[in-house]
């Protein structure tokens, strides 16, 4: 063996012994032969093969094992389908091979990993998109295979330098979109947060790295806090002769980023960054819930509790399984400070997901179908619904895993868990999709309430009926849940191919009729005309007479008349305005087909390899996103669009993170090279106490900002409070942080943010 050789298996053995060990000393312990057989499989099946990092392949199936066992708690099958779950991907081996060798468990849990992993896919599929789907089917047969997927996600987003940018930008929105709320959804804290906080780490690296500074910085100060306000908590729990421990919990840097950008504030207005759990193991396991109260009431005698903080997770648990009882209480320094109950079963399932839940489960108790059995049944149900697009399916997907809950009643009194934001006709649809599709209102707590009401906890809704009820488009307006949203496209969609049937053969008819050889590329040549998407919906706008076929559309076929000039109204309107500099926008309104054609050439010959350095040569043939209005000092992206123009995008723009998750391939790492080369326009919002002199002090503040360019400013002023936008041309975010720092400087402003 060469030194290279010697070193590689003593990091593959090593590696293996962590796993044995860790499998030894869990619960399950049994089967550790089968373990070792599979670890022995994958290492020849996939010996001589290294990761991008330049470690040896066979390091990753068993870390995904390790990540299954330790920090998920699955027993030996799912370890063992952990190590093989590449084999039939990345080798020659088959499923029938592992069948023989593993047994049917083992073999269709690393089937069904792999069909999440590759498969055929449609010309208008988003891979993505059809990858998630594949995925989420493959939960309602075996759990294992997504929670396998998970690990195997965990540990990739964990070994992720080693990829190029773009692909950094693509895995990490793919994990905050789908992964992190999955993981969320079962139960999986733990990793749910350090899925976020490793997709944070690599699309916003210095806004993560300040955070966690920040974060060290004030660590002293709630210490503090812990000290001065546990003791007597510790006392009263003693003399109640509880057994407990008292942990802090630290908000994650991705969810303070979050509430940050949510709120507009600086971290130093972050205000429950630090929560307080009480972990007790009860003297009887039957009687912990009432435990639970009895630590409650306890603290009520040390500490005021906030009144409308207290959140009881013990009567109505969430729907992942989760159960406590938190509320806020005032410390005797005047600080609110959260504090969490649970018992030690509690916290093992909150923070390791139902996997846990084997630990403390009776194994003579009847099955029960809990709310994770329902959550998957109620996924199952959007799946089974036909849904050609693969990308609003996934949306539709996602309303289901981010929801907050609510519980609401039926007439009869049986309780309902909605998610939060649900409306009567998300109720109605979620009895049944008939009583949706003729839902004319409802009756809530017994008054007359509109489809679109929002309900809230403790309502009790009756559904109104009516056969003349008829579905339309705005009731996608206001539905948030995944069933309601997928039964009204469907409908919708079954009528629309109806028009466009119509459509079809309105036009096949004036066609035929002019003499014209009926083709689909002549259909596809008067869509690009009449500027449809596609040849259906231009079938759908003759339905609807938007379009009505005439001697112009012959001339056009013909070759004698050309497609009228579209640019002012589609991809160069949003382009020019975001060209700031009055040279480059007068270039591209004189030159705008020759950029176009310029662009398109520049977009082909991008390295994806690379990152694209935006300075006043290239950002010429770029289109700045009026979405996001990305200035230099944003960290961005760019996204190459169907037509091979290059969009920038900040990175945190909600579009630019559909485009990550649906067309990841299309996304070009970037940044920014212009120093002070040309100017952007930035809109500010600005808030504060209408006091005397203070307009007269932004006005002199705005006055002395010579090296900008004030374009408009709004104010106006009520109840004492002033309030407004003000659009300011500048040359990068520090620019916009030293004119936010210059305006907060004057007394009674409060409040200023980009927007």
Known sequence: MTEQELHDEELINAAAQRLFDTYMASNHRGKLDVIKKAFNFAKQAHKGVRRLSGEPYILHPIAVAQIACEEIGLGSTSVCAALLHDVVEDTEYTHEDLENLFGTKVANIVEGVTKISGGIFGDQASLQAETFKKMLLSMSDDIRVILIKISDRLHNMRTLASMRPSKQYKIAAETLYIFAPLADRLGLNRIKTELEDLSFR??????????????????MERDKTIDKFTPAIQEQLELLGVKFHIAARIKSPYSIWQKMQRKHIPFEEVFDILAIRIVFTPNNREHEIEECYRIYGALTRIYKPHPSRFRDWLSNPKANGYQALHNTFMSHEGKWIEVQIRSDRMDDEAEGGFAAHWKYKDPNAPYDETELDRWLNSIKEILDDPQPDTLDL??????????S?????TPKGEIKTMPQ???VLDFAFGIHSVLGSHCMGAKVNHKLMPLSYQLKSGDQIEILTTEKQHI????LNFVVTGKAKGKIQAILRRENREKQRQGEETLREFLTNSGVQITTAVYDRLALYHDQPSRQELFQAVAEQIVTPCEDDLLYLRGKKKKKDTSKSTGWRRFIPFLHSEEATKTVTLQSNKKVRNSTDFVRQINRKQVLQLNEDTLVHCQLSSCCAPIPGDDVLGYITHDHHLEIHQRSCAEAHKHKTRHGDNIIACSWDMHHQQLFDALLYIKGVDAQGVLHSIADVLQDLSQFRVKSISLTTNDGIFEGQM?????????????CAQLLSIQNVTKVVRI
């Not at 996934?394 to 929801?403: M, P």
């Not at 659009?727 to 004119?739: C, P």
């Open 727 to 739: 659009l300011i041309a500048v040359y990068s975010t520090d620019d916009i942080d030293a004119i």
């Open 394 to 403: 996934l949306d539709t997907i996602k309303l289901n895993l981010f929801a």
């Open 202 to 219: 690599y699309e916003h690296p210095e806004e993560y790295a300040t955070l966690v500074q920040q974060l060290h910085d004030s660590q």
């Open 405 to 409: 809950e609510i519980m609401v009643f």
């Open 421 to 423: 934001g649900s409306t």
């Open 472 to 475: 339309s488009p705005e009731w």
